[in-house]
């Protein structure tokens, strides 16, 4: 069981490239959500997922987009990079419903934009 | 909206020591989980305990346990007989129905030999 994959795992970038980070789940997960990791800011929430089909923003969604065609995929789009975007990027999932459910992460993405 | 704040940047124990690590929380939601996760040098994020707002009794997990004051929204961590392997980021978060995971911004244990 693989639980939450997110691919690639490091990645570097000049400023205004584009990339799109993947974030996979094997678990049949409503819920999916991502987020960036800076030192001394904890884990902010960029855009999350409800639903195949559904997106939202969520604290620090500006100069990304997301798009969840497929219940088990999360995509993270960044369409022209910025050095602000150098950070570690996590997915994570949950089920639906109930409040009593953890919350699985990815093994993370260290971004660097130069 | 939920905020979450964690006033430790960082903490440091002798090993087999006692150390508690405090996070107070703000919601209006009257049902609401509580969760402390545990970020090892590794990365992965694992979750360490949680607690049901409507529960009035302390979650325990081994040597973890909380000290949860509903009225004063305090979620605090209690970790018992440290251990070289417990340092780590230890993030406290809250969420609500339908609602995100939101973080609080950290705690940086080190435990000492």
């Known amino acids: 069981n693989a639980g939450v994959t997110q691919t690639p795992k490091f990645r570097v970038l000049k400023t205004g490239q584009s990339m799109t980070l993947l974030c996979a789940q094997d678990m049949n997960h409503e819920y999916m959500y991502w987020y960036r990791q800076d030192p001394g800011m904890g884990l902010r929430l960029i855009h999350y997922s409800v639903g195949e089909g559904t997106t939202a923003k969520g604290e620090v969604p500006d100069g990304y987009n997301v798009s969840r065609l497929k219940k088990q995929n999360f995509l993270l789009g960044l369409e022209s990079a910025a050095p602000s975007q150098t950070s570690v990027y996590f997915c994570?999932?949950?089920?639906?419903?109930?409040?009593?459910?953890?919350?699985?992460f990815g093994q993370g993405t260290r971004l660097t934009v130069v | 909206a939920q905020t979450v704040t964690q006033s430790q940047p960082e903490m440091s124990v002798q090993e087999a020591e006692t150390v508690t690590l405090s996070c107070t929380y703000d919601t209006s939601e009257s049902n609401y989980y509580l969760f402390w996760y545990k970020q090892p040098p590794s990365r992965q994020m694992i979750l360490v305990i949680r607690?049901?707002?409507?529960?009035?009794q302390n979650a325990t997990e081994n040597r973890f346990s909380v000290n949860f004051q509903k009225a004063a929204k305090s979620f605090s961590l209690k970790i018992s007989d440290s251990q070289l392997g417990d340092t780590a980021m230890y993030f406290c978060?809250?969420?609500?129905?339908?609602?995100?995971?939101?973080f609080g911004k950290g705690t940086r244990l080190s435990v000492i030999a």
């Open positions: 978060a809250v969420h609500s129905g339908n609602t995100p995971l939101v």
């Open positions: 994570a999932s949950r089920t639906g419903g109930g409040l009593n459910t953890e919350a699985f």
């Open positions: 607690q049901e707002a409507y529960k009035q």
